[in-house]
């Protein structure tokens, strides 16, 4: 069971990335799928999470308006679309995937890829 994270990369300040996270070895059509990020000293933080049909999506505060999360057409496939990125945005990004209901908290999920790293120069 592998969630593979990528679309990392540096880009400028004011830039836009997008990050995708493919499973494989099981489906996670059933399952929310969600973001996270993780700077150098800091602690892991919630990003975004959509549920299983897509129809339902969840933000931080810290990137409303900025970040949109999405699921492809078959489900396993979630992205990261990141518009206006700022040097602060700077992390390893991970993608996570659980059961139920959509929900912030990292040790409430299952399964996670390996992380993708960001660099937003300023």
């Known amino acids: 069971v592998q969630l593979q994270a990528s679309g990392g990369g540096l880009v400028q300040a004011g830039g836009s990335l997008r990050l995708s996270c493919a499973a494989s070895g099981r489906t996670f059509s059933t399952h929310v799928m969600a973001w996270f990020r993780q700077a150098p000293g800091k602690e892991r933080e919630f990003l975004a999470a959509v549920s299983w049909s897509g129809s339902n999506t969840y933000y931080a505060d810290s990137v409303k308006g900025r970040f949109s999360i999405s699921r492809g057409n078959a489900k396993n496939t979630v992205y990261l679309q990141m518009i206006v990125l700022k040097p602060e945005d700077t992390a390893v990004y991970y993608c996570?995937?659980?059961?139920?209901?959509?929900?912030?908290?990292?040790?409430?999920?299952?399964?996670w890829g390996q992380g993708t790293l960001v660099t937003v120069s300023s």
């Open positions: 996570a995937a659980k059961y139920g209901l959509i929900d912030r908290e990292s040790y409430q999920y299952d399964y």
